[in-house]
């Protein structure tokens, strides 16, 4: 019964098109007796609105694109909680597109979501991302877009994030106040603004304490900054510079990764070496030790990133000017066992 | 430019709609020199052509829906990757709704899709859902139907799940095998299917070795079957039943519970008490001591739902007819340290 028309109600019924649309959207120039039979037949023959029809005559589709790296990230998890959250409200649907970190996938992403005349766009970048001509595409078709977490500075839109730097120098500054002086990082690849952030919070906090920067105590990261990149990298540190006695970690994932290598070799965590994580994944306070960690707000993220997307496509279609805005959420260190 | 039609390229132009029209769509009746003028307006106008419009002509969303219980759930998150990878080999987008284990909300999502017009949809039911109306009333229109996961075997439509019932079956009689005696079971609530299942597996397996099915040795979890359920649980059952020598947990996540609480109080586990799990989730490879747990197959029974789908929306596009599968993917147990 998906091709029930107007048509053909009306035609079962012997009354007009005009009439029928009328009777189902509630006008009192016709009558209750017609409009009953209306109802009736219509909800006997499964009849929805069209919704392609609808859109074509209000130009909005009720729907917004998300793109993300990843899914299998507690973080972006409760990212799409609090995006979803928002929708729910608005009765707005989502699209979820995964980039898989390749910025391939994440330009096709957009020229999909843009023929879909998806109403705004909310985009945490893929870590290969350095051009941004994709995005540019966006803003010229005048289509309202968010970046949120990994967001690119030169582009002209409304971005929610943390205060990576920020977050970053305090952790490593929690790490100094506890005792701990040969710190190493665990940095993220080269291109993601929030890893970038965090290796400068990093060197940041270690000059202001007066321990000098070391280049060597610095381990890169793939783009995936997985778990296996920290047991690598444990690995290896543990080889090249015994001395260390702590390692901020640019991910709990990778934290996670470290632990598991120390525990299998049995270097006291945190008596030997300490780690401390970064997002408060889950399973960071189930594990042993317990990951000492900063709380990234996921779900606050996606809540507020949503929020404004849905404040600029109103704006946009009453015609009134939009103000881009840039927001920065709170961060907190939680402090468990491995510290 | 959101806005740019086929009539302001023709009217740019001077030529007619038809024209337009053609030059975009590779029409060997019009000059190579008029295509060329056409599209190189049609890119400097960023136009796209209107989906709602295309939509209304094909009859098709190139979008289907999915509806799942919940996000943060590494199998959910895998049986997602598996769904986008095979809509992103068809160009097809996907719309992603939480359920959040709630009936109203899994009606209230249906409907949004319905009215949306998407070409099919995917659910694993929420663990309320004990009445199918909402599941009838997709297939009334015709809509093509996958349930996955957490179905509904009276539905008429296809089906991709685990052998839940043997798969608990082999676990249990895999816990017997290595010695343990009074195995208890942490079972999922008594709505969802693979939660009787897995019940019905495990009291089969003591009943098939000769085991004395105690009803006092099966604890019941919330609708949540989370974490937490996993923790009271356990603190309950080693006050009430200080004999038992192993648990079956309904999920990794319960079972990650158990094993928290049994590492505060000092259990040895596996020694004095053994913990299996169910699903394979990430954590469960790094936490210590590592658990035992069935893997089940999330982005196999992500790739294989979605491609039955698509199938089936390709037969009905063909008139063609369908024949509803039911598809049990194989399982297998992971040993690890806590049996």
Same mark, same amino acid.
């Given at each position: 019964?998906?091709?029930?028309?107007?048509?053909?109600?009306?035609?079962?019924?012997?009354?007009?098109?005009?009439?029928?649309?009328?009777?189902?959207? /509630?006008?009192?120039?016709?009558?209750?007796?017609?409009?009953?039979?209306?109802?009736?037949?219509?909800?006997?023959?499964?009849?929805?609105? &069209?919704?392609?029809?609808?859109?074509?005559?209000?130009?909005?589709?009720?729907?917004? #694109?998300?793109?993300?790296?990843?899914?299998? *990230?507690?973080?972006?998890? &409760?990212?799409?909680?609090?995006?979803?959250?928002?929708?729910?409200?608005?009765?707005?649907?989502?699209?979820?597109?995964?980039?898989?970190?390749?910025?391939?996938?994440?330009?096709?992403?957009?020229?999909?979501?843009?023929?879909?005349?998806?109403?705004?766009?909310?985009?945490?970048?893929?870590?290969?991302? /350095?051009?941004?001509? *994709?995005?540019?595409?966006?803003?010229? *078709?005048?289509?309202?877009?968010?970046?949120?977490?990994? =967001?690119?500075?030169?582009?002209?839109?409304?971005?929610?994030?943390?205060?990576?730097?920020?977050?970053?120098?305090?952790?490593?500054?929690?790490?100094?106040?506890? /005792?701990?002086?040969?710190?190493?990082?665990?940095?993220?690849?080269?291109?993601?603004?929030?890893?970038?952030?965090?290796? %400068? #919070?990093?060197?940041?906090?270690?000059?202001? &304490?007066?321990?000098?920067?070391?280049?060597?105590?610095?381990?890169?990261?793939?783009?995936?900054?997985?778990?296996?990149?920290?047991?690598?990298?444990?690995?290896?540190?543990?080889?090249? *510079?015994?001395?260390?006695?702590? =390692?901020?970690?640019?991910?709990?994932?990778?934290?996670?990764?470290?632990?598991?290598?120390?525990?299998?070799? /049995?270097?006291?965590?945190?008596?030997?070496?300490?780690?401390?994580?970064?997002?408060?994944?889950?399973?960071?306070?189930?594990?042993?030790?317990? %990951?000492?960690?900063?709380?990234?707000? #996921?779900?606050?993220? #996606?809540?507020?990133?949503?929020? =404004?997307?849905?404040?600029?496509?109103?704006?946009?279609?009453?015609?009134?000017?939009?103000?881009?805005?840039?927001?920065?959420?709170?961060?907190?260190?939680?402090?468990?066992?491995?510290?």
């Amino acid at each position: 019964m998906n091709n029930t028309t107007l048509k053909q109600i009306a035609s079962q019924l012997g009354i007009s098109i005009t009439t029928v649309s009328k009777a189902l959207k /509630g006008y009192s120039d016709v009558s209750e007796k017609t409009k009953k039979a209306v109802i009736e037949l219509a909800n006997k023959l499964n009849y929805t609105p &069209n919704s392609f029809a609808v859109n074509l005559r209000t130009k909005e589709s009720k729907t917004i #694109g998300l793109i993300i790296p990843t899914l299998v *990230h507690d973080f972006f998890s &409760n990212v799409i909680q609090g995006i979803l959250e928002e929708a729910e409200k608005r009765d707005y649907l989502v699209i979820i597109l995964q980039s898989n970190e390749k910025l391939e996938f994440e330009k096709k992403q957009i020229d999909l979501l843009l023929n879909k005349r998806v109403d705004g766009i909310l985009i945490s970048l893929s870590n290969e991302t /350095g051009e941004f001509e *994709h995005l540019q595409t966006i803003l010229s *078709h005048n289509t309202p877009l968010v970046l949120f977490d990994k =967001i690119a500075k030169l582009v002209n839109c409304s971005k929610v994030t943390i205060n990576d730097r920020k977050a970053a120098y305090d952790a490593v500054s929690y790490l100094i106040k506890k /005792g701990y002086k040969k710190i190493a990082h665990f940095r993220g690849s080269y291109l993601p603004q929030n890893s970038i952030d965090r290796f %400068l #919070g990093y060197k940041k906090a270690l000059e202001d &304490n007066n321990i000098i920067y070391d280049s060597s105590l610095v381990y890169v990261c793939d783009t995936n900054m997985d778990f296996e990149n920290g047991y690598e990298n444990a690995k290896k540190i543990v080889n090249e *510079h015994p001395e260390i006695d702590a =390692i901020f970690a640019v991910t709990d994932l990778v934290a996670v990764g470290i632990i598991k290598y120390f525990n299998e070799v /049995g270097i006291a965590i945190p008596q030997k070496i300490a780690v401390l994580g970064f997002s408060n994944w889950f399973m960071s306070s189930v594990m042993s030790p317990k %990951l000492s960690t900063v709380d990234q707000p #996921g779900f606050e993220i #996606g809540r507020k990133s949503a929020s =404004i997307l849905f404040d600029e496509i109103n704006l946009k279609k009453n015609n009134s000017p939009v103000i881009f805005q840039s927001i920065e959420l709170e961060t907190s260190i939680i402090e468990r066992d491995s510290t």
